[in-house]
């Protein structure tokens, strides 16, 4: 549906424009010009950015088994990104257009081409390691003793509490720590709205197993990591696997897969599935002295060893503009009407039901108003009772709430509202008094139509 009835296609700037419109992101310190690789979720950005983490969480932690939650500092102690080889190795290669300063990641251009920005040719500069780690002081006196880093990643921060999580926890391998928070990269080029930015939110999972069987767990997790996109309704002809070749593999890497999605701006990751092997922990217990916290003591055997890792490492702003992306249709659904709509999956949809009364008058808004306060409980739920009705589905429909009440002098009679679907504008006759249940069915039997 949302591809071959129409060739209205998605781009960049429709959803920054859509979002900017209705409140799903803005700018960073807009007024006073913007700043470069960063950006604001507004009252409908948040939702729904709150409601992806909310389904990867359920999804890493509720229904998997021995996978528990953390929440680390951003800030840490600087000795463990020398460990993790981020002070040494977290570089980017920049070029700059000699022509018109313009600065570009090396690898992501052809260095044998015109400048992209200027159009010059062999006006580049030689390649030079850039590091992306960001940092600031801590305490009173700033020098190189005080300095620490912004975490470029949520991942140490799951490592060095490896053991405080197995001590408390008493789990048993294989077990995994999943975290949810900031990372910030000072990149080199943050262009294409938020899918690269300086700052940023990653959800990251480790999975901590004993060497050897990491073989097992990795095509595990490969598949399990993709399986959530389709529960998640993402379009799965816009997402593939792309395996790291051995010039692309990080440091740390014995093996690598991104999930990649078709962005406007065409294929990119979204998701990286990495075998880390034992290099982190390794490196915690080599740097700080503490082996002890960075081994596993088998039950059984008794045999002591470091546990190997397989992670999955995704962008929750990222997801975000994979989400806005995917969802994004402009419908025509008649000749010469068209109708924006997001395709969210219901259960990240900023707002659920829309309660609408077709009339003010006679009574209808209070009784529209009364069964939006009961279904409050349970859903987010919005209350409009302005301008025509098929012009309120609209301003829905093109923020991806999945239902709409409407709210008519038949329900004074009969006690049903006119339940609205979405995606097929199709409109049912449903009671009130079940109108809690029948939602919550709806969105647990959901399934997008491509
Ligand atoms: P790239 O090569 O694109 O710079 P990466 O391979 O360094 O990314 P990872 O370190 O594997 O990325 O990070 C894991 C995930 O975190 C990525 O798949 C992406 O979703 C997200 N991510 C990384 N950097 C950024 C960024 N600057 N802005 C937004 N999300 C990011």
Same mark, same amino acid.
């Given at each position: 549906m949302a591809d071959g009835k129409n060739n209205k296609e998605v781009t960049l700037a429709k959803l920054t424009s859509l979002s900017k419109r209705r409140g799903f992101v803005f700018q960073s310190s807009e007024i006073y010009g913007g700043l470069n690789g960063a950006w604001d979720y507004g009252p409908l950005g948040i939702a729904l950015k709150n409601n992806i983490q909310k389904f990867w969480w359920k999804e890493m932690t509720q229904l998997h088994d021995n996978i528990v939650g953390l929440d680390a500092a951003i800030l840490m102690h600087p000795r463990t990104w020398e460990a993790s080889g981020h002070v040494e190795g977290f570089n980017d290669p920049m070029v700059d257009c000699k022509e018109c300063n313009a600065r570009f990641r090396a690898d992501h251009i052809d260095l044998s081409a015109p400048c992209p920005n200027c159009g010059n040719k062999d006006s580049f500069t030689e390649p030079r390691d850039f590091n992306l780690m960001l940092s600031t002081n801590l305490g009173p006196v700033r020098n190189e003793n005080s300095k620490v880093y912004l975490r470029p990643e949520t991942a140490q921060g799951i490592f060095v509490n490896f053991k405080n999580v197995e001590n408390t926890s008493r789990l048993k391998l294989p077990f995994g720590i999943a975290q949810v928070g900031k990372a910030f990269r000072n990149e080199v080029t943050t262009k294409s709205f938020i899918f690269r930015t300086c700052e940023f939110e990653q959800m990251e999972m480790q999975y901590f197993v004993k060497p050897g069987t990491d073989e097992e767990w990795f095509p595990y997790w490969k598949e399990k990591r993709m399986a959530y996109y389709d529960k998640l309704g993402i379009n799965n002809k816009k997402l593939r696997f792309h395996e790291h070749g051995p010039d692309e593999l990080a440091h740390y890497a014995k093996g690598a897969f991104d999930i990649e999605y078709e962005f406007?701006?065409?294929?990119?990751?979204?998701?990286?599935?990495?075998?880390?092997?034992?290099?982190?922990?390794?490196?915690?217990a080599e740097f700080s002295g503490k082996k002890k916290d960075c081994?596993?003591?088998?039950?059984?055997?008794? #045999?002591?060893?470091?546990?190997?890792?397989? #992670?999955?490492?995704?962008?929750?702003?990222?997801?975000?503009?994979?989400?806005?992306?995917?969802?994004? #249709?402009?419908?025509?659904?008649?000749?010469?009407?068209v109708r924006t709509v997001l395709h969210f999956h219901p259960a990240i949809a900023p707002l659920t039901v829309a309660v609408l009364p077709l009339v003010k008058k006679d009574g209808l808004a209070e009784l529209a108003k009364e069964i939006e306060l009961e279904l409050r409980e349970d859903f987010a739920t919005f209350y409009d009772q302005s301008g025509a009705i098929g012009k309120r589905y609209r301003r829905q429909d093109e923020i991806g709430t999945p239902f709409c009440l409407t709210v008519d002098y038949d329900t004074k009679e009969d006690q049903t509202v006119t339940l609205r679907f979405r995606d097929s504008m199709e409109q049912v006759r449903v009671p009130i008094s079940e109108l809690s249940n029948r939602i919550r069915s709806e969105i647990k039997n959901y399934k997008r139509e491509f």
């Open positions: 406007p701006m065409g294929w990119q990751e979204l998701e990286g599935i990495h075998s880390r092997t034992d290099f982190d922990l390794s490196r915690h081994t596993y003591r088998d039950p059984e055997t008794n #045999e002591v060893f470091i546990p190997y890792v397989i #992670e999955t490492s995704v962008g929750l702003t990222r997801t975000v503009l994979m989400c806005l992306s995917d969802a994004y #249709e402009e419908e025509e659904i008649a000749e010469g009407d």
